[in-house]
Structures are given as C-alpha cells and as structure tokens.
Antibody
Framework: QVQLVESGGGVVQPGRSLRLSCAAS????????LHWVRQAPGRGLEWVAL????????NYADSVKGRFTISRDTSKNTMFLQMSSLRAEDTAVYYC?????????????WGQGTTVTVSS | DIQLTQSPSSLSASVGDRVTITCRAG??????LNWYQQKPGTPPKLLIY???SLQSGVPSRFSGSGSGTDFTLTISSLQPEDSATYYC????????FGQGTKLEIK
C-alpha cells in the first residue's frame, strides 16, 4: 500500500545537526513532490519544506531557511531533511507528506511522524 | 507569507448538528485551499482539496466552499468520530496552515 515512513528523530543539543529520512513505498516516487511539515508539542501544523518531483525545486519556510536542506534520492525512494544549527523551537514531530499533484496542492499521504527534541 | 485565520478556535456540537468552520486568507488565494482533519497522536488527513473537491474515501457529509479570501468547511450531520482538530491550508504561495479549530462532541 501507499506508505511514507519517517526515521532519524531523536534528542539533540542546540546548535547540533540531525538528518531525517522519509522512505516511500507503494507509488512511483519520481512522480510526486514531497513535503516536510512539523508540529510542536500542543501546537498547530507548520509547513517546513517542499521538494519537486524532479528534485530541482526546493522551497523553505522562513523559520528554517538557511539551516535546513531538503533532498531526495530516487534510487532509494527516500527523501531527506538535513537540519543544522538546531534550536529549541525546532522541537516537534516532523511529518513527511506527498503532494497530491496539480496546481491546487494538498497533501494526500502522510507518514506517522518522527520526533525531534532539541535540548541541552 | 499568506496568513490564514480560522474561526472559531474551538466549538462543541451535538451528534446530528450541522457544523461550519471558516478560514479567511490575508489575500486572495483563488481556490488554492485545502482542509485537513487531525485526531490526537495521528497525522493529518486530507478531507477537501482545491476548496471544494472531496478527497477519495472521505464521507460525503464533509464539504468545502469558497474562493478568494473566504472559505468554509461544513459537516452536514455531525458524527461522534468527527471529534478532531481541523486545519485549513493554502497552496497559492508556498504553504501556510491555519491555527486550527478543535471540534468536540457534546
């Protein structure tokens, strides 16, 4: 079945780095744009980053621009989020999600999330 | 950034009620507006895309309408399993979520 599975979360000190992975299965990976969305404890959803289906277009929220890098490896059906200079406010559950396609967007498949805690 | 403001922030309604949640954008976003349902401890679920298109598998009691700056999500006959937080999201200029509306069943 169509599935996204995140991994790589954990506890990290402020200023350090962490790389999240999102493994896709059940669909043609190269056809779809993918996103990262996060949710801080007890808070709402925050869009983090987007990578186009071909990997050439990358967009970031202002809150992570210059610190986070999104990428994808079609040979591994996996998307990544390299996070550096982490701050306490980056603490959240990080979800990867598939773009439904078409101009109107919409995220139709979500992973279960991986938790990142930034704390000394 | 395009801001989205949902109202109300929370509401309580009875089974069978008609429920409406509103999302207002800070500028015109045409019909680039999506709605999600999230239950505690689970990822969001896409309900409505492009303002009014029902996502496959979503019950027909859910509907969306609007364009420009004002949008609504309507649940025609509230069911117990609809207790959740609902978010709107714009995809007109990058992506932004509303702050959420928590819906409880009386």
């Amino acid at each position: 079945q169509v599935q996204l599975v995140e991994s790589g979360g954990g506890v990290v000190q402020p200023g350090r780095s962490l790389r999240l992975s999102c493994a896709a299965s059940g669909f043609t990976f190269s056809y779809y744009a993918l996103h990262w969305v996060r949710q801080a404890p007890g808070r709402g959803l925050e869009w983090v980053a987007l990578i186009s289906s071909d990997g050439f277009r990358k967009n970031y929220a202002d809150s992570v621009k210059g610190r986070f890098t999104i990428s994808r490896d079609t040979s591994k059906n996996t998307m990544f989020l390299q996070m550096s200079s982490l701050r306490a406010e980056d603490t959240a559950v990080y979800y990867c999600a598939r773009d439904i396609g078409g101009p109107e967007g919409g995220l139709d498949v979500w992973g279960q999330g991986t938790t990142v805690t930034v704390s000394s | 950034d395009i801001q989205l403001t949902q109202s109300p922030s929370s509401l309580s309604a009875s089974v069978g009620d008609r429920v409406t949640i509103t999302c207002r954008a800070g500028q015109s976003i045409s019909r680039f507006l999506n709605w999600y349902q999230q239950k505690p401890g689970t990822p969001p679920k896409l309900l409505i895309y492009a303002a009014s298109s029902l996502q496959s598998g979503v019950p027909s009691r859910f509907s969306g309408s609007g364009s420009g700056t004002d949008f609504t999500l309507t649940i025609s006959s509230l069911q117990p399993e609809d207790s959740a937080t609902y978010y709107c999201q714009q995809s007109y200029s990058l992506y932004t979520f509303g702050q959420g509306t928590k819906l409880e069943i009386k």
